[in-house]
């Protein structure tokens, strides 16, 4: 099984959730945190599950997230 790693920007980040609902292992969810701008940004909740589809990277509309993979 493939292993991912995402990072999220999270100044870039508007808390939109679009990669949260994307995401098919529900790695993501919202943190309790404000980033600079006020928005509560995406943070991987179970980086463990993550298989580096890159759906997440995909849908985010402010370019806030970068997948890598291992296979």
Do not use: Q, W
């Amino acid at each position: 099984m493939p292993k991912g790693k995402v990072v999220i920007d999270k100044e870039k980040c508007k808390g939109c959730e679009l990669c949260i609902a994307t995401c098919p292992k529900k790695v993501l969810g919202l943190s309790e945190d404000f980033n600079t701008k006020g928005y509560r940004y995406s943070t991987p909740l179970h980086p463990e599950e993550c298989i580096g589809c890159g759906f997440c990277a995909m849908m985010c509309p402010d370019v806030a997230i970068e997948v890598y993979r291992e296979d």
